[in-house]
């Protein structure tokens, strides 16, 4: 099976030559990899939590549609849609929500952030927490387990909704998978190499501090505005100038050949005016962004081709969403009352079977079993700090069967025989 990567980019905002660096070019790069099958959405549910105006929130939702397309992701080869477009995952969601404990969400930063600024201001610590901001690590599970996204690109910040979507994974898997998992666990990756973006003060490139070079919206001519206005040292025109450390330079470099770098450094040791500088760093942007430029100003001028690119890609993602969700409506009980019977004789089928169970104790720790046909307890593993690692031990027990026990962090609860034999009846399947 492919590896399925999953990208969410809430519709609040514009995306600038920051957010194009640092994470639009290497994701559509990526989404070109062999065996790689590629999710993006639009997460304008997400966008509700922050923002309560419609009017910016559909046009963000827009201008960054055209701008992930223009800069190179192919619908054709992706699944790329709007969040709000798919109803399987509200109703996921939903159902999530219903096994998630309250203690969990009680820890997850953006809440203890809001509560601290509240308590700091004086206030309720509530005041200013909505239950879509208190839930949003829920919806956020939702989104990645629709799909059973394996790997999750993520900042640092976001880790933690990662590891709580695990865990909301696994006490679903454990209520009702009946021995089977319905859900993948996925894997948050933070790309610790990712290109940072300076922006026009030196700074993080981030408009909380308007220091943002714009990548689209404006023209050639907002482009050259903002290049204008970066920051340099004091050097005249003739004077040698040190290229380290200056943000122009370094977002030349974001952009540049290695012979260009090597060139752009040795003409600023040899007095190239700032002026002279800027005007070449403009150019160098507007060689690769200029044709990507044309291509979103026609799509902003002809919505009804975004329009029909998402609803294409909503039906891509529907007919993988809408089969999973039927049988996680039937494992919680939400099925025809004429499905009853054919329910219980598959269950007694199931129940047949030696089944692997992995759980969450009370002391936050993973745990997994192995059950016979009969229910008997054959193995108990020891406690692991990771889910990940209990799931990979139970792959392994799988794959390789009694071969593997010897190394199992295990304790017998049966005879050899017996495990054996549970153990080859999955290596059967």
């Not at 998630?100 to 203890?112: C, L, S």
Request: glycine fraction near 6%.
């Amino acid at each position: 099976m492919a590896q399925r990567v999953l990208t969410g980019i809430t519709t609040t905002g514009t995306l600038h030559l920051g957010n194009y660096v640092g994470a639009i070019r290497p994701a559509v790069a990526a989404s070109k990899a062999a065996g790689v099958e590629s999710f993006f959405f639009m997460a304008d549910f997400h966008a509700l939590i922050k923002c309560d105006d419609p009017a910016r929130i559909a046009h963000s939702s827009r201008t960054i549609a055209a701008t992930w397309l223009a800069a190179g992701l192919d619908p054709e080869r992706v699944t790329f849609y709007r969040q709000s477009d798919i109803p399987e995952i509200p109703e996921l969601c939903w159902l999530l929500t219903c096994v998630t404990a309250k203690g969990q969400m009680n820890r997850a930063h953006a809440y203890k952030a809001a509560v601290d600024a509240a308590t700091a201001a004086g206030e309720e610590p509530d005041a200013h927490v909505s239950m879509g901001l208190f839930s949003y690590p829920v919806l956020m599970a939702a989104d990645i387990l629709m799909f059973n996204a394996h790997k999750v690109p993520v900042g640092k910040d976001q880790v933690q909704h990662i590891e709580m979507t695990r865990d909301i994974a696994q006490r679903f898997n454990h209520l009702f998978g009946a021995g089977r998992e319905f859900f993948v666990l996925p894997e948050a990756v933070v790309d610790a190499e990712m290109e940072l973006l300076p922006g026009l003060d030196g700074r993080k490139m981030s408009k909380s501090y308007d220091n943002v070079i714009p990548l689209f919206e404006g023209g050639a001519q907002a482009l050259k505005d903002a290049v204008a206005r970066i920051v340099t040292d004091s050097r005249l025109p003739g004077e040698p100038k040190e290229p380290e450390g200056q943000a122009l330079v370094q977002i030349y470099d974001a952009f540049a050949t290695p012979e260009q770098r090597a060139a752009f450094r040795a003409a600023l040791r040899g007095g190239l005016a700032w002026g002279e500088a800027k005007q070449q760093l403009v150019a160098l942007i507007d060689s690769h962004i200029g044709p990507m430029r044309a291509r979103y100003a026609e799509l902003m001028a002809h919505p009804e081709q975004l329009e029909a690119i998402l609803q294409a890609g909503a039906a891509k993602a529907r007919a993988l969403a809408a089969p999973l969700l039927q049988q996680l409506r039937a494992a919680v009980g939400l099925r025809p009352y004429t499905a009853a019977a054919s329910h219980t004789a598959a269950k007694a089928e199931k129940a047949a079977q030696p089944v692997f169970k992995q759980y969450r104790e009370a002391d936050g720790k993973f745990y997994f079993k192995l059950l016979s046909a009969g229910g008997e307890l054959l193995l108990q593993s020891q406690a692991f700090e990771q889910g990940r690692d209990a799931g990979q031990w139970v792959a392994r027990l799988k794959r390789e069967g009694a071969a593997a026990l010897a190394e199992a962090p295990v304790q017998r609860e049966a005879d050899e025989a017996a495990i054996s034999a549970a153990l080859a009846a999955f290596q059967d399947d």
